[in-house]
């Protein structure tokens, strides 16, 4: 059976009616919003998802949530009544996804989310993430700043649940190197200026600017850099991995050093790398509806969320038929299970400690150069 779909909302994202027994996989993302450069690209992979998986159709229904989180829950909450989901995705930021994996919880579905949130131990056991632990991706830029000599750091990121995060973990990432995080800085999303906290980094000289922040407001610390003449390094998280980020920045963002998924520079990587083929793959495919340059990272997590699926599915069916609580409760079970499960962002092993499931596949290093990413081996 082939998945229908159906124009959805003033942003046609795509919405199907699952025939009976069919899999139903509810999706939020944030594609208008403050978050809509990470939104659009996922929202843009959902036709490349999976159509059905051991001969059982799979059914997609998807909305925007506008990077509200009230709209995120309302979202979710729609589709589990009405299209009794098996599983649901997203969403977009940490803010959407924390109140997503509230719901999830609440209601016992498994839920894969495209944002690296943090969350208490009720919502942890029914959330498994795409994107790499924020742990991961600052160890790597730990060891770039050490092994360059790096000796004072500043910090200006968001005033939310993602900044919080990322200066949580880097500041236990720096003990002992020597490396000093001052001074500490912070924005708004949707913040249109960030000339009084740059105004402090510039006067306090760090050798070397974090920047935490995703899609285009990731610009506005670059620009606002540039125009006060900063000649340190300036490195971002992997939040900022979008040409979007790149387009508003400018020339301001050449020499920016970010870690990414491997999808990002895909066809660069050496024939090695086991997310090579499958990221070369969804690259052509994205690139062939949507334009030349136009892969996002973002979209990346969606696609691996179809790897996800194509993989974890088959095994919750031995145990339940889709709609009923045994599949959902053996859908979570396998996710908490996989095993060498590829995707183009890396390679997941998940366990019960551990649902996000990568490992240093899943990160490379990046600058831009030319207004491109470039792979740094």
């Known amino acids: 059976m082939k998945v229908k779909f159906a124009l959805a909302g003033l942003c046609g994202l795509f919405a199907a009616t699952p025939a009976l027994a069919d899999i139903s996989?509810?999706?939020?993302?944030?594609?208008?919003?403050?978050?809509?450069?990470?939104?659009?690209?996922?929202?843009?992979?959902?036709?490349?998802?999976?159509?059905?998986?051991?001969?059982?159709?799979?059914?997609?229904?998807s909305f925007d949530d506008a990077t509200d989180p009230t709209a995120a829950v309302k979202n979710?909450?729609?589709?589990?009544?009405e299209q009794k989901a098996d599983l649901l995705i997203g969403s977009s930021t940490t803010?959407?996804?924390?109140?997503?994996?509230?719901?999830?919880?609440?209601?016992?579905?498994?839920?894969?989310?495209?944002?690296?949130?943090?969350?208490?131990?009720?919502?942890?056991?029914?959330?498994?993430?795409?994107?790499q632990p924020v742990s991961q991706m600052a160890g790597a830029l730990v060891e770039h700043m050490t092994a360059n000599g790096v000796k004072t750091l500043g910090f200006i990121g968001y005033?939310?649940?993602?900044?919080?995060?990322?200066?949580n973990v880097m500041n236990k990432a720096l003990e002992g190197t020597g490396i000093a995080m001052e001074p500490i800085e912070r924005f708004a999303r949707n913040d249109t200026s960030v000339t009084g906290q740059v105004l402090k980094l510039v006067?306090?000289?760090?050798?070397?600017?974090?920047?935490?922040?995703?899609?285009?407001?990731?610009?506005?610390?670059?620009?606002?850099?540039?125009?006060?003449?900063?000649?340190?390094?300036?490195?971002?998280t992997h939040g900022s991995a979008s040409l979007d980020f790149i387009r508003v920045a400018g020339t301001s963002a050449e020499g920016s050093i970010l870690p990414?998924?491997?999808?990002?520079?895909?066809?660069?990587?050496?024939?090695?790398?086991?997310?090579?083929?499958?990221?070369?793959?969804?690259?052509?495919?994205y690139e062939a509806a949507h334009g030349e340059g136009s892969l996002s990272s973002f979209g990346g997590h969606m696609?691996?969320?179809?790897?996800?699926?194509?993989?974890?599915?088959?095994?919750a069916m031995e145990k339940g038929a889709p709609g009923s609580e045994d599949f959902r409760v053996a859908l979570r079970d396998a996710l908490e299970n996989m095993k060498e499960v590829v995707g183009v962002h890396g390679v997941f092993n998940t366990s019960a400690n551990d649902h996000y499931g990568h490992d240093e596949r899943s990160r490379v290093l990046v600058t831009v150069e030319n207004g491109a990413w470039k792979y740094m081996e």
């Open 25 to 61: 996989v509810c999706i939020t993302v944030s594609a208008t919003g403050p978050a809509a450069s990470l939104g659009v690209p996922e929202n843009n992979t959902i036709p490349l998802l999976p159509k059905e998986v051991a001969g059982q159709a799979i059914n997609y229904t």
């Open 76 to 81: 979710v909450r729609k589709c589990i009544e």
């Open 95 to 131: 803010p959407t996804t924390i109140a997503v994996a509230g719901v999830a919880a609440e209601t016992k579905t498994p839920v894969l989310t495209l944002a690296p949130v943090g969350l208490p131990d009720e919502s942890e056991a029914w959330a498994f993430r795409t994107p």
């Open 159 to 167: 005033a939310d649940g993602y900044g919080e995060l990322w200066l």
């Open 203 to 236: 006067a306090a000289r760090p050798d070397a600017v974090l920047v935490v922040a995703s899609g285009t407001p990731a610009a506005l610390p670059n620009l606002a850099l540039a125009e006060r003449g900063y000649q340190g390094q300036i490195y971002h």
């Open 260 to 285: 990414v998924g491997p999808v990002v520079v895909a066809a660069q990587l050496p024939d090695s790398h086991p997310s090579k083929a499958l990221g070369v793959e969804y690259t052509k495919a």
């Open 303 to 315: 696609y691996d969320a179809g790897q996800i699926i194509l993989a974890t599915m088959p095994v």
